[in-house]
């Protein structure tokens, strides 16, 4: 996917004067929210279960090139077959490769954020290959001809008279005097016309949650059933994977998937999740004749041992960005790229390059929700920080903000000036805000006072209260 | 020239800063393999069996499924029945090709029709057995396998899924151990299906709506056969 994160600004401001992604992002913030909270209440070892999901993912990450190769061993014995991926170009040509053999006109797919890292769907489709998504969400977006907007509600953005719009444009067979205002209408027209198509397919893609070593399986949590249909119907299933995936063991991944969906949607379960091992055996009676599993790297390998390892440990619930008042504010497509959110806001820099991404770990005001609820308790913030320092170190980071990061580092390594300075600040302040008791513009801090004003500062700074403070304290023991 | 395989894992390698586990990490890991244990288990499930299938009951409904007991396989037919007729569905029924489900006095049922074998598009309603039941969440395991066609899990409009008192356990776990025992240590069959309710969907405007692709009704027929038969 091409990516616009080099645009975040611009993105960020045509998304706040939208007023369906306002009114989508409004409904999101409180629905994810409450029901995560009242999931994980319900649950008292909840919190427990985020230490050992988190410690699960630092052993298999601290052994990876073990159990990769143990699980590609498994895959091997099942009948399956392994793909490695370095790149995402490898990725597609792997998959293209594969359609091409067993001659494929139809390729249906369940929702798979790898397959949006790799921009599959136009490669397939440039090959001459049809390509349906089948998630609702998915095929929503794919009509609508966007990205997804959110790694779990890739449609969150989309309001349900345009889901509308976009099916009587898409859908002109059926009859121009159908009801379909309500979402009820609109589920069961797709389900309706995306029957057929998982009838037709040749290929099935999907995505993977998790990768057991022990066993060889791929596992898919999904609500709609819509990657079963996918994976269990035609001919061949492909799985498309990231190598930090893997597992070790069935009771590791329980684990993990107990904290998964509560964190996610607040489901104490979602409705399938399904283990897949190698093709069908030949006593069953239906299942894939072929099964292919597609390991990519796409720069996970370099993440490992550096400060950025412990976003490896990322299972995809979309809880930060549910939780993120950034996220919340701009939507999902300012973003610029596949993940949005703080989890992309450390990982898209990773994947595609700080010099492309350096807007998106600035994205934050380092509040910590997003830590807070981390099913894995990845340290976002400290991440974000991570890059911010990389950017300064590299010169990346926009003149005006390392000239005025410079002044204030002079500053800050002359306490004494630094107070006399300040002090003289609030106190100027402090006299000329005396009246209105608030300042509606102030030189050098437009950009602040566009949008709010500042309240007038009572005449003292922070320092100088303390000292007084700590002064009168002193005197009344 | 080196394989994308030794591409990935030299470079993970290398990341890692060694070449393969040490001999204490590579004990560790290779148990973790050969006989994994359980993690925290939810004191949730940790009750007598009676209350695990009380609890299986209670999340299967809180999930929007609907359960009906039953005493004996020979009710199974009857209840069947029963549940085409208050939803005004069709008396025809695809089954799952195992023996148990066969073998049921379908013939008591005149205007029934049966048929066996995996999924095809008309069929409006399926009836499975299942593999376990795992009272936590109220989830069904099911597995694919001469007598389990997957496709009966999700194509149909309406499944049907026969769960025996003794098939309830009460954490994942135990469903995986009792999957051990029939197909050996870290063998799977092609698929298990762990499944906690009809298909949803809250894509247009995180509205819940049932019936996405999968089926919008989930109906289980508990047979009391008495206590866990582990």
């Known amino acids: ?477 | 020239m080196t394989s994308a395989r030794e591409q990935i894992l030299g470079a993970v390698k290398q990341s890692l800063k060694r070449n393969g586990p040490n001999a204490t990490n590579l004990e560790t890991c290779e148990q973790r393999l050969s006989d994994p244990e359980a993690g925290l288990i939810p004191e949730r499930s940790r009750l007598p069996h009676p209350a695990q299938i009380d609890l299986m009951e209670a999340m299967l409904i809180e999930l929007s499924a609907t359960v009906q007991r039953v005493s004996s396989d020979n009710q199974v037919p009857d209840a069947v029945v029963d549940y085409l007729k208050t939803r005004n569905l069709p008396q025809e029924i695809r089954l799952a090709p195992s023996m148990d489900l066969l073998d049921l006095p379908w013939d008591g049922h005149s205007l029934l029709k049966t048929s066996s074998g995996p999924a095809r598009e008309p069929d409006q309603v399926s009836v499975t057995g299942a593999f376990a039941g795992v009272a936590e969440t109220g989830t069904l395991m099911l597995h694919s396998g001469p007598e389990g066609p997957t496709t009966l899990n999700f194509l149909p409009e309406n499944h049907i899924v026969v769960l025996r008192t003794s098939q309830v356990v009460g954490a994942y776990e135990e469903g995986w151990a009792r999957l051990r025992k029939v197909f050996g240590n870290g063998v799977m069959p092609r698929t298990v299906n762990m499944i906690s309710g009809p298909s949803r969907t809250g894509d247009i405007e995180q509205k819940i709506e049932l019936g996405a692709h999968g089926p919008r009704r989930l109906h289980v027929i508990v047979i009391e056969d008495g206590d866990s038969a582990a």
């Open chain 1, 1 to 477: 996917m091409q990516s616009t994160s080099h645009n975040f600004k611009d993105n960020a401001r045509r998304a706040i004067a939208d007023p369906n992604i306002q009114a989508a992002m409004a409904k999101m913030k409180v629905g994810f929210t409450g029901k995560r909270l009242a999931a994980a209440a319900r649950l008292p070892e909840f919190e427990a279960l985020r230490d050992a999901a988190r410690d699960i993912k630092n052993h298999s990450l601290a052994n990876l090139d073990f159990y990769l190769e143990r699980y590609e061993d498994k895959v091997k014995e099942t009948g399956g077959h392994v793909h490695w991926a370095p790149t995402a170009e490898d990725a597609r040509k792997a998959i293209l490769d594969i359609c091409r053999r067993v001659d494929a006109k139809t390729v249906t797919k369940g929702k798979s954020m790898i397959s949006e890292e790799i921009a599959l769907n136009d490669h397939l489709e440039q090959a001459g290959i049809k390509v349906v998504e089948t998630d609702l969400g998915e095929y929503i977006i794919q009509l609508r001809k966007e990205p997804p907007s959110h790694i779990i509600a890739p449609a969150v953005h989309v309001s349900k008279e345009q889901v509308e719009a976009d099916f009587r444009a898409q859908h002109q067979h059926l009859p121009a005097g159908r009801s379909l205002s309500e979402p009820t209408d609109l589920v069961n027209e797709a389900r309706q016309i995306l029957r057929q198509r998982y009838l037709d397919a040749d290929v099935g893609i999907t995505g993977a949650n998790f990768l057991i070593a022990e066993t060889g399986t791929s596992i898919i949590v999904t609500n709609e059933g819509n990657g079963d249909l996918t994976q269990s119907l035609p001919r061949v299933h492909i799985v498309i994977a990231s190598i930090e995936k893997v597992v070790p063991n069935l009771e590791d991944a329980s684990t993990i998937l107990r904290v998964l969906a509560r964190s996610a949607t607040g489901q104490e379960f979602s409705a399938y999740t399904t283990l897949s091992t190698g093709p069908r055996r030949p006593e069953d009676p239906d299942g894939p004749e072929e099964y292919h599993v597609i390991l990519l790297d796409n720069g996970r390998s370099s993440m490992l041992g550096s400060e950025f390892q412990d976003m490896l440990r990322c299972i995809r619930c979309g809880a930060c960005m549910n939780h993120c008042p950034v996220y919340h504010a701009v939507g999902g497509h300012s973003y610029g790229w596949v993940y949005p959110g703080p989890m992309g806001s450390v990982l898209t820099p990773n994947l595609i390059g700080v010099e492309e991404a350096g807007h998106l770990p600035n994205a934050s005001t380092f509040c910590g929700r997003c830590e807070s609820v981390c099913p894995v308790r990845i340290p976002l913030p400290k991440m974000m920080r991570h890059w911010r320092e990389r950017e300064f170190e590299r010169h990346l980071t926009p003149k005006s903000v390392r000239g005025g990061l410079g002044i204030w580092a002079f500053l800050a390594r002359r306490p004494a000036l630094y107070q006399r300075l300040t002090g003289l600040g609030i106190g100027v302040l402090g006299i000329l805000g005396r009246r209105r008791g608030r300042f509606k513009s102030l030189p050098f801090a437009g950009g602040w006072t566009k949008y709010r004003d500042l309240p007038a500062p009572q005449g003292k700074t922070f320092q100088q209260l303390w000292a007084k403070q700590q002064k009168t304290r002193s005197t009344t023991k």
